[in-house]
């Protein structure tokens, strides 16, 4: 009897210990590198770029703007970074091909193939467009979670943007009243 109260005390109190742990930080210390260039699937929002298409994303430091190149490496579209007002992660979990294929097989249990997903991963970046005067908001597929933190750290500190969480974005010019 005595082993079993100790077995529950044990488990009780390795419980609180691990739950006591001390979380990290969000620091910029811990932030992701900083890149030149990644591999990105446009999925609309750009005035005049109706189609999905596979490219790359570039930073052009130089000229101070991020640059959508298509698969043919011909310059698509570009963005000023101080024309941006956030860049923000957005994830999406849908079923995968495979379980939509097990779903509909007619066997007892095929039901279960919906359970099989997989996490769809975009960039959102909201933008003034000066061209036409009005607000756009583009989105990237891009291939990971790491890769994708990492993408959008590069684009908010090399467009000079505060960050709040997992997004960068840029806070309204203080109003001055007369």
Not at 40 to 46: C, I, N, R, S
Not at 66 to 89: C, H, I, N, R, W
Not at 106 to 119: A, C, N, Q, R, Y
Request: proline fraction near 5%.
């Amino acid at each position: 009897m005595k082993a079993i109260y100790f077995t529950i005390a044990c488990v009780l109190f390795g419980s609180f210990a691990t739950s006591a742990q001390v979380r990290p930080t969000d620091d910029d210390d811990i932030a992701a590198p900083v890149i030149a260039s990644v591999k990105a699937k446009y999925m609309g929002g750009m005035f005049g770029f109706d189609e999905k298409t596979e490219g790359t994303l570039k930073f052009d430091d130089e000229n101070s703007r991020v640059v959508f190149f298509g698969k043919d490496d011909k310059e698509q579209f570009a963005l000023p970074y101080d024309t941006l007002l956030y860049v923000s992660p957005h994830s999406k979990s849908v079923t995968s091909n495979t379980g939509n294929v097990v779903r509909n097989i007619p066997l007892p249990g095929s039901v279960l193939g919906g359970l099989i997903k997989e996490k769809h991963r975009y960039m959102i970046v909201e933008f003034n467009d000066p061209d036409v005067n009005v607000r756009g908001t583009v989105s990237f597929k891009i291939s990971s979670k790491a890769l994708l933190d990492s993408v959008i750290h590069s684009l908010g500190t090399k467009a000079k943007m505060t960050k709040r969480g997992g997004a960068f974005y840029r806070p309204k010019p203080a109003r001055t009243e007369i």
